[in-house]
């Protein structure tokens, strides 16, 4: 079997991340867990370069994303999905409308990760729309390119979610379940890289070479997150 078929074959590992450096002020509580350092942060990618199975993201469109990310990303060679939020396109702290532009013309994806950063259990037919559409909408003209992707927040979903995405037409939806998983997927299943992580820790997952969940266990995994 060729390089090209076993990597074909081999599950994909989805490492996400939610801010590089320091949080500022926390948005929501607990929000500091999931920044990463700089320094912890660029000695995963060193370790990412190194395995071709890894693909990366990030959530929240923190400015960190183009400040840092950006940057190391490119001094490796490596590519990644920017889940940014509308709603936050004009908040000092986030990607500006001109960072996603940034982003997407350095070969990055551009996904949504909604308007204002709230669960997409429950919705409304009304904050739905906003949610899933126009911040779809929204991100496109920033960006200049089309939004494929979507990423849940707060890693929160049901049944009425994943309808109302695929009604919407996204071509992925990106959980924060921790199971590797095809990228010829819908649902993707993602490892949130935190503070508490070491480098050990990332290792684990990332050298493991963790067997493909099965079509029975992710849906089993699915039905868990959403009762």
Known sequence: MSAAQQHARRATVHLCFHGIGTCVAEREPGEARYWVSADAFRRVLDEVAERPWVALSFDD???SDVEVALPALRERGLTATFFALAGRLEDA???SRGDVRALADAGMAIGSH???HVSWRSL???DA???LVDARSALSE???ASVAAAALPLGRYGR???RRLREASYAAVYSSDRFPVRDSAWLRARYSVTADDTL???RRILAGRPRLVTARNALASAVKRMR
């Open 200 to 202: 050990e820790s990332v």
């Open 93 to 95: 702290r986030s990607l």
């Open 61 to 63: 469109g923190n400015r």
């Open 124 to 126: 409304t037919d009304a």
């Open 142 to 144: 920033a960006a200049g």
């Open 114 to 116: 909604g308007w204002d």
């Open 160 to 162: 009425d979610t994943l």
């Open 129 to 131: 729309r906003r949610e």
